[in-house]
């Protein structure tokens, strides 16, 4: 199963972003996957198990902070469908 999710941002300057789980910095490690563009984040968990079900949060730092948090729930081992969450 993978998991994907979206943030957007829009402002005078790009924003830092910044992914936890948990409260914990994600770390980019081929599994998981953050990419930033000038307004979008993106967030792939590939082969998702139950141990990334969490709260995951996007920090967006510019000017101001923002964040948007997500649940995720892992339920099986494998899904037939890739699952997309958004805000």
Not at 8 to 23: F, M, Y
Not at 43 to 55: K, M, P
Not at 58 to 67: A, G, K, S, T, Y
Not at 75 to 81: A, E, F, H, L, P
Request: proline share 3%; hydrophobic share 35%; net charge positive.
């Amino acid at each position: 199963m993978n998991l994907s999710t979206i943030s957007l941002a829009d402002g005078s300057h790009q924003p830092r972003v910044t992914w936890t789980i948990e409260g914990k910095p994600l770390q980019d490690d081929g599994r998981v996957r953050m990419m930033t563009t000038r307004n979008v984040s993106t967030l792939v968990v590939n082969q998702a198990i139950r141990s990334d079900t969490g709260i995951y949060t996007v920090f967006l730092r510019n000017d101001d902070i923002c964040h948007m948090t997500i649940k995720v729930i892992v339920v099986g081992k494998r899904c037939r469908c890739p699952i997309q969450c958004m805000g």
